[in-house]
């Protein structure tokens, strides 16, 4: 639920920009013209189907001008749109202003769909064609199916970007590094096996890996290619007799040349994954058809292969247990740099010289004092005021506002440490709120403290448990579009599956080792906004002869609910008495690492709640 990117722009730099738009969508239809090309799709993702991507592949924002983590363009050689979720709505439509894109609404709304849309703009023989790097082997397929029922041509050959993109960025050449076994808990031999094992189970005896973080993961390899996620550019081929690291070699250093070819794997370029898997024989290899791109599938022309889902996936939600330790002491650390901040912003909002940007700035100058910190895990959002209501609001040096004793502040966000990424939203009065902000605020906790202290038998999906912590603002006909919780990583992505919960149907079932994010919210545009969000881990809870296998959730995230906001008349007993406990384990955790002065502003923040 994260946008890293800067949208608020100074006057001068927006007119720049529409400029730079609106020759850039001309530049585009030219080659459609050239080529004809009636309509063409550009997701905001790249050849390795990632939700974050290097500058690289920013293709969509080149376009379009958007720059959200998610969202879909759209162009015809009259129209073009643009298709995003209720998170970007507000962003969207700045960003879009005279672009040349209408924005259109993936949920919450009426707005026609992608493939309504080309329906409407489309007549029969037209051609809709696409980069197949860009599209998975199952959009790629529902996308061929849409064109012949509607009497269109579908190609997935379409590349125009080398020729218009003149200053398009190089892909990144950051060197990887090894995410040693202490931190990880577990070898890059064993991982293999089980991937392997995995794949046998399906009847194949291979596999290619596109899925950065997968690869990652399996490889116990690290990197900086895209911004907060500490992934490489690259592809895995992992097999019985043959393991290759598909990468740009400048990237691999001698050092972890040596530490990957101790456990057989091969460094080969990156662009020689084509020949290899062309002249690939002798084997069956199995693919992930929602991660492996169109294109990519297309090389494999002399083996059989099998769809099904990554057999990473879950290997890697499921954390051992020196992750889980790893991320508790992660969270000890964070929440220690968070008392630092949020007692650097009562300090200085007095001054009337503190703003948005000055928040990020001092979350990362306090975690950098651990030296296990590699970065944020996502560009923070401090949303003061009616920035709150931006659900993916990201201050810059031209849109921070100066925060002021008065109204709700915002702040979410995350850090990267070699044992554990971090993930947590607090909402906080700077002045004294209002009676609707404490009863907005107080709904929100309710929901969020239904889903972090469920009791669920074993075999439950995330999305049988997202109505918990939607139900209290639903009894007042109030919602939040976006997810109320994302699966999170082991200094990995902050946002991985296959876990959620969300309204949308998800087979995935929560299993014991599971780091998800509990993070209901509601948002009054030009006012305010709330989101109140920890990470939970899944974990075996109690046996029962009658019923069968339990599970909770243990909360991982150490810091203290804003009291000023709570309205104790709208807890029950329960729920008072569960935040009580929370702010205990908050103070038991955090004290030892606090100075007196420290220890007495959470002792202040954490005392007990009573009607």
Not at 481 to 497: A, P, R, S
Request: negative net charge.
């Amino acid at each position: 639920m994260k946008v890293f990117r800067k949208f608020a722009l100074s006057k001068t730099q927006t007119l720049k920009k529409m400029k730079d738009t609106a020759k850039n969508l001309e530049a585009l239809r030219g080659m459609m013209r050239k080529y004809k090309v009636d309509a063409t799709i550009i997701p905001g993702t790249d050849p390795h189907q990632s939700e974050y991507i290097s500058k690289h592949w920013k293709l969509r924002d080149w376009v379009s001008g958007f720059t959200g983590s998610n969202g879909t363009a759209v162009v015809t050689l009259e129209d073009a749109g643009l298709w995003t979720d209720s998170r970007y709505f507000l962003q969207a439509e700045m960003e879009l202003q005279d672009s040349g894109f209408t924005m259109y609404k993936e949920d919450g709304g009426n707005d026609p769909t992608v493939n309504e849309w080309l329906a409407r703009n489309m007549k029969e023989g037209d051609v809709l064609a696409v980069n197949g790097k860009l599209f998975s082997l199952v959009q790629a397929g529902r996308l061929e199916s849409f064109c012949g029922e509607n009497g269109f041509r579908f190609a997935a050959d379409f590349d125009p970007f080398p020729a218009i993109y003149a200053d398009r960025p190089q892909l990144p050449l950051g060197k990887i590094f090894i995410h040693e076994e202490k931190y990880s808990g577990e070898s890059t031999e064993s991982k293999i096996n089980r991937v392997l094992e995995s794949c046998r189970r399906h009847g194949a005896d291979a596999t290619l890996l596109s899925a950065l973080d997968e690869i990652a993961w399996t490889l116990n390899i690290r990197c900086d290619d895209v911004d907060f996620n500490p992934v490489a550019i690259s592809y895995a081929f992992i097999s019985d007799k043959e393991r290759i690291l598909f990468i740009d070699e400048r990237k691999v250093d001698n050092a972890e040349r040596s530490a990957l070819k101790e456990f057989g794997i091969k460094v080969a370029p990156y662009d020689s994954l084509v020949q290899f898997l062309e002249k690939a024989k002798g084997m069956t290899i199995l693919l992930d058809p929602n991660k492996t791109s169109d294109t990519v599938a297309r090389w494999i022309i002399n083996c059989p292969t099998i769809y099904a889902t990554s057999p990473v996936a879950l290997l890697k939600a499921a954390k051992n247990e020196i992750q889980i330790e790893g991320i508790r002491k992660a969270m000890e650390r964070d929440g220690v740099a968070l008392v630092k901040l949020y007692m650097w912003i009562d300090e200085n909002v007095p001054t009337g010289k503190a703003t948005e940007i000055d928040v990020a700035k001092k979350a990362i100058e306090f975690r950098s004092e651990s030296p296990l910190y590699r970065g944020e895990s996502f560009g923070l959002i401090a949303g003061y005021k009616e920035h709150g209501a931006i659900v993916h609001y990201e201050p810059t040096e031209e849109s921070a506002s100066t925060l002021a004793n008065d109204g709700l502040l915002l702040i979410d966000t995350g850090a990267q440490y070699l044992d554990g990424t971090t993930d947590i939203t607090r909402t906080i009065a700077l002045g004294t709120p209002t009676e609707e902000e404490r009863h907005d605020y107080t709904l929100v906790l309710k929901g969020h403290i239904a889903l972090g202290s469920a009791i669920y038998p074993t075999g439950t999906r995330g999305s049988q448990l997202d109505i918990l912590a939607r139900q209290f603002l639903w009894k007042e006909c109030k919602t939040y579009w976006h997810g109320t919780g994302h699966g999170v990583g082991h200094f990995l992505n902050v946002h991985e599956g296959p876990q959620n919960f969300r309204l949308n149907e998800n087979p995935t079932v929560l299993v014991p080792g599971m780091i998800t994010s509990d993070e209901p919210g509601v948002y009054r545009t030009g006012k305010y906004g709330i989101r109140i969000e920890n990470l939970v881990l899944s974990r075996n809870y109690k046996h029962t002869e009658e019923f069968g296998d339990f599970m909770n959730f243990e909360i991982l995230t150490l810091f203290p609910y804003d009291s000023k906001l709570i309205d104790l008349n709208m807890l029950s007993d329960e729920e008072i008495a569960w935040v009580n406990n929370y702010h205990d384990t908050v103070r038991e955790r955090l004290t030892p690492y606090l100075n007196d002065e420290q220890k007495a502003w959470l002792n202040d923040k954490t005392k007990k709640l009573t009607k």
